[in-house]
């Protein structure tokens, strides 16, 4: 299987398990994705953007200093410029962050759902899936080719 029909089943697999959405940005280097992959709502998306908000997201902020997974709800992620509660307000919720990958190549991934909080299985279900996405990209970084823009136009927003 190439790696864009490999991309492609394992963000369905995401959409399976994220009914109010999700982001993965793989492979930041510099605070820029190699691609970067939304399908929040797009009120929400308008919003973070338009109000800057990954500098204050606090799961970003988080990301990039750890590496595995956090419930959005978790106390030790301090949100003083009320990013989930802005979130919810546009139906997204129940969130978790994943982190995976050196520091040099950290891929982050924000998965949401309205049926409640994720549970410790799907948590980890979760963590393979974006941990495979981030392997499935490897050794792409400087690479502009057809592949690349194949990999960017599967969905969502492209980096």
């Not at 709502?41 to 990301?63: E, F, I, K, T």
């Not at 200093?65 to 919720?93: K, M, N």
């Not at 909080?117 to 495979?132: D, P, Y």
């Amino acid at each position: 299987m190439n790696r864009v029909n490999k991309v492609a089943e394992l963000l369905e697999a995401l959409r399976q398990g994220c009914d109010t959405g999700f982001v993965v940005a793989l492979h930041i280097r510099f605070t820029r994705p190699l691609v970067m992959y939304r399908t929040y709502p797009q009120a929400w998306c308008d919003h973070y953007d338009l109000n800057g908000l990954v500098v204050s997201d606090p799961s970003v902020r988080w990301g990039f200093c750890t590496t595995g997974a956090i419930h959005w709800d978790d106390p030790a992620l301090d949100d003083p410029a009320g990013v989930f509660a802005a979130a919810r307000s546009f139906g997204v919720a129940n969130g978790v962050t994943v982190s995976v990958g050196p520091a040099t190549s950290r891929s982050l991934a924000g998965l949401s759902r309205a049926s409640g909080r994720f549970g410790a299985a799907e948590v980890q279900h979760m963590v393979r899936l974006v941990e495979t996405l981030h392997l499935v990209l490897d050794g792409i970084e400087g690479e502009d080719g057809p592949e690349l823009r194949a990999l960017r136009a599967l969905g969502g927003s492209a980096a």
